[in-house]
């Protein structure tokens, strides 16, 4: 249903736990991608003073919260949870509104941001350092991981609550403070995640919101001497610029980028599994994930009737506005995402591959007033096309024929990125060939590329990022400095490497 204006909410920054303008005045629209006469939401367009305003917040909070014992900090962390379960519909129908995927995906996305919470407030017990032999007598040797201090945080719209949650929840149980940039077009699933982090008792200027676009906002915060660390997650070109200045200032980076996602499917394979995994993996989220399976490298033995039957599903997908439980496949989010996404299927085209469904914006009455794709499938594809080589991030899915699966394996790896990957086959041997030989951050066997779990790591290899994981305990990685401690209580000078016994 469209808005009217004066039902629309308008958002202030949040810094200082205080709701604060832009200086400039200038704001953001977020519009619904099934129908862009919905008004979400009016956000404030800021720019570097309210960046040194959240940053400067950031940093006089810092002492207080990162001296707050880690398992009192985990107790506010698991009351936040519990907050993001009550609100669960409320918050997943709002992010289905801000994006448009389907309301059991939202769901999903809001869930991941709830196991998130339950996990790492259970760190908040461990978080564990380590102790080891010292090489003198009676010294005492250990190591403990210390907050970072303020960390920035720039995040994507696919998956607007988890992925804010898989970097709030480490760094704050880990007691760094954060400024967090949401994407453009998802800030009010933010909003919403950070309401539950201070009605939880999040103190004031532990977490601080500055919404607006990436070059006003990101820049200021990745260039700033106060923030110690950036967390980023989004485009390849845009990490590599964060990580060019990160380096510069000498800021701990993390970097989830792009993905090319192969699944593989043998011979041998459960066909009606791989089926139902293609058409998850490929067109859940619109194809919006960067976990999403772009291509589908099938044997020869079962190509044709692979692709024949994907085609056949594909065309039966229902596509609309996602909050409707009975529809498949929600709108792209944006108009530039929708023109980048058709540009792609031309790209295919003229590159020669066989466009065999979809490719086309969806227009009739009922879609006119949003960003639809339908669901497309290009067969015959070289391994080298466009179309096979680059991040696409819609609802498109290449079709690669191989002969083996070291051939599969070949072309899976033949890419820049290496995010999540996937084989199908019954054959435990050539599982386990595959799981050491795919080089991907993530392998699923018999499952499609998305749906990790958070206490997993995620992330990826060669230019899907810079080695950093999110997810699971390795998140302290980052969130955490590591301090060797050394105790000596022999009431001498020992000299490490020199005293040593004749
Ligand atoms: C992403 O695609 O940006 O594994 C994150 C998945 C989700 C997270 C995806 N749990 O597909």
């Known amino acids: 249903m469209p808005t009217t204006a004066s039902e629309v909410k308008t958002f202030s920054n949040f810094i200082d736990g205080k709701w604060v303008p832009a200086s400039s005045g200038n704001t953001c629209e977020n519009r619904n991608p099934a129908d862009t006469r919905d008004l979400v939401g009016i956000f404030q367009r800021s720019g570097a003073a309210e960046v040194n305003q959240a940053v400067e917040a950031a940093q006089a909070a810092f002492k207080k919260w990162s001296h707050v014992p880690a398992p009192r900090r985990a107790e506010i962390i698991m009351r936040a949870s519990a907050i993001l379960e009550r609100q669960k519909e409320t918050f997943s129908q709002d992010m289905t509104r801000e994006m448009g995927k389907v309301i059991k995906e939202t769901r999903g996305d809001t869930q991941e ?5 339950n996990f790492f407030a259970g760190e908040g017990r461990r978080m564990y350092g380590l102790t080891t032999p010292s090489e003198l ?10 907050p970072v201090g303020v960390v920035g945080m720039i995040c994507p719209w696919n998956f607007p609550m988890a992925i804010p949650s898989w970097k709030l929840f480490p760094a704050l149980v880990a007691g760094n403070t954060c400024v967090i940039k ?17 009605e939880a008792g999040v103190p004031a200027g532990v977490v601080n919101i500055v919404t607006g676009h990436g070059a006003e906002v990101g820049s200021p915060l990745m260039e700033h001497p106060l923030v110690r660390a950036i967390s980023f997650t989004g485009s390849s070109d845009v990490g590599r610029i964060i990580g060019e200045s990160c380096a510069r200032t000498f800021k701990r980076c993390s970097l989830e980028l792009g993905g090319k996602n ?33 291509r589908i490298v099938l044997q020869k033995g079962i190509y044709k009737k692979f692709v024949d039957e994907l085609v056949r599903r594909a065309k039966l997908l229902k596509i609309g506005n996602g909050l409707d439980e009975s529809v498949d496949v929600g709108p792209v989010v944006s108009k530039a995402q929708l ?19 979809g490719g086309n914006r969806v227009e009739d009455s009922e879609h006119t007033h949003g960003f639809f794709i339908e669901p497309t499938v290009f067969t015959d594809v070289a391994p080298k096309m466009r179309i096979a080589q680059e991040e696409i991030f819609g609802p498109v899915v290449s079709c690669i024929p191989c002969d083996s699966l070291e051939d599969g394996i070949e072309i899976a790896n033949d890419v820049k990125y290496g995010l999540s990957s996937s084989l199908y086959t019954r054959d435990v041997n050539r599982a386990f060939a595959a799981i050491r030989d795919l080089e991907a951050g993530i392998t699923y066997i018999n499952a499609p590329t998305i749906g990790a779990e958070v206490h997993l790591p995620f992330g ?3 230019q899907t990022g810079n080695g950093h994981r999110e997810g699971g305990v390795g998140a302290f990685d980052f969130y955490t400095e590591w301090k060797a401690v050394y105790v000596d209580y022999s009431d001498r000078l020992q000299k490490a490497q020199i005293d040593r016994p004749e």
């Open 113 to 117: 941001a709830i196991d998130c919470g």
């Open 262 to 294: 192969p699944m593989i499917v043998l011979d041998d394979a459960n066909l009606e599994l791989a089926l139902e995994g293609a058409l998850w993996g490929a067109f859940g989220t619109a194809g919006q994930r960067c976990t999403a399976t772009s």
């Open 339 to 357: 023109d980048t996404v058709l540009g792609y299927v031309e790209v295919g085209k003229k590159d020669g591959a066989r466009l065999a469904t």
């Open 182 to 198: 949401p994407a453009e077009d998802t800030p009010l699933s933010v909003y919403n995640f950070v309401s539950a982090l201070t």
């Open 137 to 146: 007598p009676n010294k005492f040797a250990m190591c403990t991981r210390n």
């Open 460 to 462: 990826g290899v060669k």
